[in-house]
């Protein structure tokens, strides 16, 4: 038997319906704070994600799904999506209108990790782009969506982690203290971390192996290096965070898995998820844009992975059993009143109205009982005899009354119910 890959996963109904309903959720949210859709293809040139995640980053070292195609081509399954949004930003001019671009996206991304709880190879992320601001209130406005959404998804044990990591002017004196710390103690680090040593010391501060973590806590503090911008920068995102009574914690070792990040960076857990607590994290890009080819433009965004997003909810009983369901059933019994109430069926669904036929042929009691246990409201039921009098039964299955309508009023009855 062939079988889903691992770290894959089919959706199947009921589940899919919860699905539905976050990204529905997702959906009115982000228009109502002006975000609008932006749908990437899922794969691109690999020099993309080299150039703008950065290669010395365990997604493109490690993780990434690359292949060549029959061009010779080297090309790479998205692993995440603001490389890919960016480019789009550049090949399509975005950037000539000279405003500020509001972008969300839902989609599959593909890492090779270990599968395990809330993670797959395949993954799903929802994720927001703000293109063109450098404003901190463009910091705290996004960080503002991902919390609205959490909480009006019913997640309350929630706790913001802000951090700044600099930029380019103040960076690389906090680099070479890194350097001098982590030599110091290569012998309690990992391999991937001695590694990392040089090409990239921060991530030394990211890593999830016990030991690195241990020597990772007494290094030095990256809010301790920041020049003059980023540190009036951070203490605005702040200010504007306080103003709108978001609560926030400061975490200077916060630091995020792609190298494009600059100043702000902040994460979202959800506490009772343990370990796994990360629900979203983000940050600001102001270098990316230009990386990838571009004009300088400014940029900040995060996203949310949706199987740890609903794991979170599955956790406090907080998505639907199942979908919506069917206001009406079809009953019929007789060859002529099939074909019959397959026309009305059609007529119903046509005015709007969510209509369930049977298709596997069951006896009348057998298709009250499955209406039933489907919880369905109406039955509309047609013989010869409701036939022969253009009229049905419609019978209300859960205060079990029923009444005969005629054929020509039935629309307009059902109509009152939705």
């Avoid at 704070?33 to 994600?49: N, S, V």
């Avoid at 009305?344 to 709007?352: K, P, T």
């Amino acid at each position: 038997m062939i079988k889903a890959l691992r770290g894959t996963q089919d959706i199947l109904p009921p589940q899919s319906a919860q699905w539905q309903y976050v990204e529905a959720k997702i959906r009115r949210i982000c228009s109502r704070y002006g975000f609008a859709e932006i749908r990437t293809p899922m794969f691109e040139q690999t020099e993309l994600f080299q150039r703008g995640i950065g290669e010395t980053t365990d997604v493109v070292s490690k993780e990434m799904y690359t292949f060549t195609d029959r061009g010779d081509r080297s090309l790479t399954l998205r692993p995440e999506n603001t490389a890919s949004a960016v480019r789009a930003y550049l090949e399509h001019k975005i950037y000539a209108n000279q405003g500020v671009e509001r972008w969300y996206y839902i989609g599959s991304m593909f890492r090779y990790d270990r599968p395990q709880a809330g993670r797959y190879r395949e993954f799903h992320q929802f994720g927001t782009e703000i293109l063109g601001s450098a404003s901190p209130q463009a910091d705290a406005e996004i960080i503002a969506l991902a919390l609205q959404l959490f909480r009006e998804l019913g997640l309350q044990e929630l706790e913001l982690l802000i951090n700044s990591v600099g930029c380019p002017q103040c960076r690389p004196a906090y680099r070479q203290a890194l350097v001098e710390y982590f030599t110091a103690q290569s012998d309690e680090l990992c391999k991937d971390c001695r590694s990392r040593l040089d090409k990239n010391p921060l991530r030394l501060l990211d890593c999830k192996e016990e030991g690195c973590r241990r020597v990772a806590a007494g290094a030095p503090l990256l809010t301790d290096y920041l020049c003059e911008d980023c540190r009036t920068h951070f203490a605005a995102v702040q200010e504007y965070l306080t103003a709108a009574g978001i609560a926030f914690t400061l975490d200077p070792h916060l630091v995020r898995g792609l190298d494009y990040y600059t100043k702000t960076a902040f994460e979202i857990q959800y506490l009772p998820l343990g370990a796994q607590s990360a629900v979203c994290g983000g940050g600001r890009y102001d270098g990316l844009v230009e990386e990838i080819g571009g004009p300088a433009t400014p940029g900040i965004g995060f996203a949310v992975g949706l199987e740890r997003l609903l794991l979170a909810l599955a956790m406090q009983n907080l998505l639907p059993e199942t979908g919506e369901k069917p206001l009406a059933a079809l009953v019929t019994h007789g060859e002529a009143a099939d074909r019959a109430g397959f026309a009305l069926a059609q007529e119903l669904r046509a005015a709007g109205l969510a209509v369930d036929t049977d298709l596997a042929g069951r006896s009348m009691r057998s298709r009250f009982k499955q209406l039933a246990k489907a919880g369905i409201k109406y039955a509309i039921i047609m013989g010869e005899d409701e036939l022969a009098q253009s009229r049905i039964t419609l019978r209300n299955l859960q205060e079990s009354t029923q009444e005969s309508i005629a054929m020509e009023d039935l629309v307009a009855r059902l109509q009152t119910e939705e």
